[in-house]
């Protein structure tokens, strides 16, 4: 079993950048596919990046080329590098496996103003 813990949220004006960090603890060292789901208000937990167990990133279109998945596996750590942040990227961010198969953290809030 997997347990995650989020961090790096704020609030940043639109145009700005954050970095979110999640460590992991449990089976990291195997490689699951991670991702970050955000969910946003009065939305269902979208999955917005993923990195498979071979290093495959995938991104979803509303943030392709904004974001930037990666992880240190010697730290059990997933990163989401935020560029160009939008008003529409407000929202908790959530890691977990690709298909949130593992307990769900707090998150981390991300408000981005205009």
């Known amino acids: 079993q997997v347990h995650v813990v989020e961090s790096g949220g704020g609030l940043v004006q639109a145009g700005g950048s954050l970095r979110l960090s999640c460590i992991a603890s449990g089976r990291f060292s195997d490689g699951p596919a991670m991702g970050w789901h955000r969910q946003t208000p009065g939305n269902q937990r979208e999955l917005v990046a993923s990195?498979?167990?071979?290093?495959?990133?995938d991104y979803s279109e509303s943030v392709k080329g904004r974001f930037t998945i990666s992880r240190d596996i010697a730290k059990s750590t997933i990163y989401l590098e935020m560029n160009n942040l939008t008003v529409e990227d407000t929202g908790v961010y959530y890691c977990?496996?690709?298909?949130?198969?593992?307990?769900w953290g707090q998150g981390t809030q991300v408000t981005v103003s205009s």
């Open positions: 990195m498979s167990r071979l290093g495959r990133k």
């Open positions: 977990n496996h690709t298909e949130g198969l593992f307990p």
